[in-house]
């Protein structure tokens, strides 16, 4: 079957070659169509338990999904004329600007305050007119402070900062909202007042996030494209392989991304990455050019050198290809939206490239002038003495001292297993950013100044209607505030409490003794009713719900850290004593971020692990042999384990992109070693009988090895330059793909012939029948 | 939830006479129509009980019943408000007195406590008891405080109808832009409103659901503020409306209302 097809493409080499044109085009037309998708809420499908409780609270408590952080900081204190009227001013222009819920809008100028004086009561913003003396200055001051809800949240307890909150609809750019920000805040900066600006919260770093994904892309996909060409020029000595490879390369991409595009899927972070997964799977055309060139310059004849190539390495690559799709395919299986999309999209690439490898390659090597391929073999010949002895003594090395070498490997292992325990499972969002980029600085200031930027709430439910009126709740409430206020996490709690409080004192006189919850419940209730007279609805409706039964405990932390939630979640869990009919459940942004967290990258580690045991399963298969198929798999592990220990040693968080790089170590390390036994045995019963097992190992490995070692180097190298890209997420993908690359192709060619050796008896005892097992099928005395 | 019926005016002789009046063929413009809205017939008092059914976009429901005493009309009315339900409320009482050139006054009782609170709000356009009514629907807005524009005829729910849109002089003094008021031409009863905001969007919509007329009054049974934005709406009802029943100024007073 294959081999007609490889003949049929060497025959109409044109035909083909435009027909994988059309096709392209056909896919790369969706390409222009690409929309991105950022919201981590995204990752867990609409229906999942996180999902709806969190559009429930949201609904039942009138709060808005996505906000907008604006820090206005002055050194020495932003209370002052100037920098007052600008926070008046910004108010009020950021209302305006279309996606914005602008009568949510909260600031200085907006925020109710409730005040006594004598039998009055005064409702109205914190400050309804920019103060013009001393005097109304310090009042101003006076209110901030006195009134726990504004303190942290409206003002800085050093008055340094201060902060605008801007709640935008669910269907706006995050972005663009920023940008027109940033014009205004640029006008206002120009005064020389001292005043610095700061933008964060959630749709800020994720729009801005989304927009630099493509651009980073743009930018580092051709370099990274480039580096490779260059490195692929120097390793074959001619155009004509690279140009394939690159052909084969950008098939693949363009048909897989074009393919997600057209079904109408926006691309997720892991999908972007996507390009840079296919160009690294995408090596078949490196061992088939590497196999090649070794048969031509043996026989001479292009048509039967192509047949012959094909014939030996065609059945690895049928096997590596489908071991990398199914892999990736396995990790569909799972129900987090990105990942699977990831999996699939990975797993057609590569299905296309298996296509490509049988149709594509022969046509473009059919193509070739034979005087041409003479004079490029000629070179090759060179080459291959150079490379191919130095691997011939690393071959050596490993055969003699396969005892050391595989105690060396025990002990690799034991150390990252080490490693491993100190992995912590985290992911932060704002982290993605670079320390010095403005999302993260913003982000930073204002979490050092204010509350904190993430929010969670804590929902206490009572036992019935009203149940939220009765002092006894309100008490247990006020005392978990305090609780979670302990962690220096926890920048600030609010609650219906701080409210019940204020209302209290306000209605004695403003008498400082009186903020405490009163021990009616008749009074809490008609406190209530007077609130709703004089203040917004939604300063109520945030933090009860219609029947008073449940309360709404925001909690804002210091940082996106899912770690700082699973503190909360714990303190929380060992309270529940001390609730009595009260339950609590958590909702909001950063306990989505916890189950996010968790769900997808727990998820995404398992789904891993049963991608590997599939594929431990097919190669067991692939070389019908249950032993091989694990011995084929210990690069893999090894690879993983040791990038997993080192990611442990190192301190860095196991987060979004280390989970969807590791996936990749399925594409590669596999490859390698499906590649290498693959040659092994089939070198082996060529050869027939029982031949010296050293030298076989050796050629082994300079020979096949050698695409390897082209293989890993050239990628290491290609995406090395990703270390320079602005997103953290691409810099660890250009440093862990180098890794991964490096580690796999070095445990195949050091740790196999070693254990080979030292397990040969349990290996080859059942292979010596192996030619008439249809590995030998066709090549019979061609290789010498 | 009295902008209907502020509105609601009317006794049809008083109204004929005002049309006989009028010239054949002047036109009115946008102020005279507002106007004669705010002038329209209310009678010397009124008492009524209220029942405000405030509805979440969940479907979550508060209701609030109350009484509620008026008299004079106008940027001279006086209101009085009960609190009947919920009974952890019951007895909290409300003040109004309006006046001609100057903020009005409210006093809030709180029965629990024994206290009376004056309060002074900046906003009067600040919810009435968490409702999407506003504070100046219960007591009246002055009509020069927007400028009104008459922007053609239509007919709702088949009465020929002005519409007249009008814009806060001082756009800092409301959440609105700008709104649109439907006026009944017969009897200067509003009997549609729809809201703007800044953006342009629509933000709330009142439509007068029941119009009844007792003691030769037009006067307001039902209708309903929806918050196109939030989802939220709020339905009004008056029962038991009796005008001219003769509330002295006596129960206009914060001594009564501590009663």
Request: charged letters at 20%; aromatic letters at 8%; glycine letters at 6%.
């Amino acid at each position: 079957m294959t081999e007609r097809i490889v003949r049929f493409s060497i025959k109409r080499p044109k035909l083909v070659i435009w027909a994988v044109i059309a096709l392209s085009l056909l896919f790369g037309s969706q390409l222009p169509r690409a929309k991105t998708d950022t919201d981590p809420k995204h990752m867990l499908p609409a229906t999942s338990p996180v999902r709806v409780n969190n559009d429930k609270v949201e609904e039942r408590f009138e709060l808005h999904a996505d906000w907008i952080v604006l820090g206005i900081v002055n050194e020495s204190g932003v209370l002052n004329r100037n920098t007052l009227s600008k926070i008046a001013r910004i108010t009020d222009e950021v209302a305006g600007i279309p996606g914005v819920i602008a009568y949510d809008v909260v600031s200085f100028t907006t925020a109710d305050n409730v005040t006594a004086k004598g039998q009055d009561l005064y409702a109205r913003p914190v400050m309804s007119t920019v103060p013009t003396t001393s005097g109304e200055t310090a009042a101003l001051r006076k209110s901030l402070y006195e009134n726990p809800m504004f303190v942290d949240r409206l003002i800085s307890k050093d008055g340094k900062a201060t902060a605008i909150y801007v709640p935008i609809e669910k269907t706006a750019n995050g972005k663009v909202i920023a940008d027109r920000v940033r014009a205004l805040f640029e006008k206002e900066a120009k005064d020389g007042n001292g005043d610095r600006f700061y933008l964060a919260g959630d749709p800020v770093a994720r729009d801005t996030f989304g927009a630099q994904m493509f651009k980073q892309m743009a930018v580092f996909s051709p370099i990274a494209g480039i580096v490779m060409f260059i490195a692929l020029l120097l390793m074959f000595g001619s155009l004509i392989p690279v140009i394939a490879y690159m052909a084969v390369a950008m098939v693949c991409v363009i048909w897989a991304m074009g393919g997600t595009i057209g079904l109408g899927i926006p691309v997720h972070i892991m999908s972007s990455m996507s390009p840079v997964f296919l160009m690294a799977i995408s090596t078949d055309t490196v061992h088939i050019f590497n196999e090649f060139y070794f048969r031509f310059k043996e026989t001479g004849d292009r048509e039967s050198a192509i047949m012959d190539t094909m014939r030996v390495v065609g059945r690895p690559l049928i096997y590596t290809d489908l071991t990398t799709a199914a892999g990736f395919a396995c990790l569909a299986a799972g129900h987090i939206i990105p990942v699977r999309v990831f999996g699939l999209l990975v797993a057609f690439g590569t299905l296309a490239l298996l296509l490509m490898s049988f149709t594509l390659t022969p046509a473009l090597l059919s193509l070739l002038k034979p005087e041409r391929l003479r004079a490029l073999t000629a070179h090759e010949d060179l080459e291959e003495s150079r490379t191919s002895r130095r691997l011939a003594y690393l071959a050596n090395w490993s055969i003699l001292r396969h005892r050391l070498v595989a105690v060396g490997g025990i002990l690799l292992l034991v150390v990252s297993l080490v490693g491993i325990q100190r992995v912590r499972v985290n992911n932060n969002m704002v982290e993605w950013f670079k320390p010095k980029s403005e999302v993260r600085v913003a982000d930073t200031i204002i979490n050092q100044k204010l509350g904190g930027t993430a929010t969670a709430y804590l929902v206490a439910q009572g036992d019935k209607e009203g149940a939220v009126k009765r002092p006894d709740t309100l008490r247990r409430i006020e005392q978990i505030q305090r609780e979670l206020e302990k962690s220096p996490l926890v920048g600030k709690t609010t609650s219906i409490v701080d409210v019940v409080k204020r209302i209290n004192r306000v209605m004695h006189g403003d008498d400082p003794k009186y903020e405490v919850i009163p021990d009616s419940e008749n009074v809490v209730a008609q406190y209530l009713l007077l609130f709703s007279m004089v203040g917004k609805p939604r300063d109520l409706n945030n933090f009860v719900d219609y029947p008073m039964r449940q309360a709404n405990l925001w909690v804002q932390l210091k940082t996106w850290d899912a770690a700082a939630m699973q503190t909360v979640m714990k303190q929380i869990s060992h309270s529940k004593s001390a609730n009595g009919p009260i339950r609590i459940k958590p909702a909001g942004a950063a306990y989505f971020n916890l189950v996010w967290n968790n769900e997808v990258l727990w998820g995404m580690l398992y789904g891993f692990i049963l991608s590997c045991i599939l594929v431990l399963v097919l190669m067991a298969l692939c070389f019908r042999s249950l032993r091989w198929g694990l011995v084929a798999a210990l690069p893999l592990l090894f690879t993983i384990v040791v990038i997993y220990g080192f990611v442990g040693f190192v301190g860095k968080d196991f987060d979004m992109p280390i989970s969807v790089l590791s996936t990749l170590s399925l594409g590669l390390a596999t490859d390698f070693a499906i590649h290498f036994i693959w040659r092994f045995r089939q070198r082996r019963a060529e050869l027939g009988g029982n031949p010296p097992l050293d030298e076989l190992l050796t050629w082994t490995v300079a020979r096949p090895g050698k695409g390897i070692v082209r293989n890993a180097l050239l990628f290491a190298l290609g995406f090395s330059v990703m270390m320079f890209a602005a997103l953290t997420p691409y810099i660890t993908v250009g440093l862990f793909m180098a890794a991964i690359m490096l580690l796999s192709a070095l445990t195949t060619l050091v740790y196999l012939p070693a254990l080979v050796k030292l397990w040969q008896r349990w290996l080859l005892a059942k292979d010596i029948t192996l030619a008439s097992n249809g590995y030998a099928r066709g090549v019979e005395g061609q290789e010498k | 939830m009295t902008v209907g019926r502020l509105a609601a005016s009317a006794a049809l002789l008083a109204a004929a006479t005002m049309l006989m009046r009028m010239p054949a063929g002047a036109e009115l413009s946008g102020t005279d129509i507002m106007t004669r809205v705010d002038q329209r017939e209310v009678g010397k008092d009124e008492s009524s009980e209220v029942t405000m059914r405030l509805v979440t976009k969940g479907g979550e429901q508060r209701v609030r019943k109350l009484n509620m005493l008026q008299k004079g009309k106008s940027n001279t009315k006086k209101v009085l408000i009960r609190f009947l339900e919920p009974a952890d409320v019951r007895g909290v009482g409300f003040l109004v007195w309006r006046h001609p050139d100057k903020d009005d006054d409210r006093w809030l009782y709180l029965p629990s406590l024994h206290m009376v609170r004056r309060i002074s709000a900046a906003d009067k356009r600040a919810s009435f008891v968490g409702s999407d009514f506003v504070y100046e629907d219960v007591a009246g807005r002055d009509v020069d405080q927007d400028k009104h524009t008459l922007t053609g005829s239509e007919s709702v729910g088949g009465q020929d109808c002005y519409v007249v849109k009008s814009a806060p002089r001082n756009p800092r003094s409301a959440e609105f832009d700008y709104k649109v008021s439907w006026v009944r031409k017969d009897s200067f009863v509003v009997v549609q409103e729809k809201y703007y905001d800044r953006q342009g969007k629509p933000l709330k919509h009142l439509t007068v659901d029941n119009l009844d007329n007792i003691q030769g009054i037009w006067t307001v049974r039902k209708d309903t503020m929806r918050n196109l934005q939030t989802g939220h709406y709020t339905v009004v009802t008056w029962d038991k409306v009796k005008y001219n029943t003769g509330l002295g100024d006596d129960v206009f007073t914060e001594r009564y209302l501590r009663r």
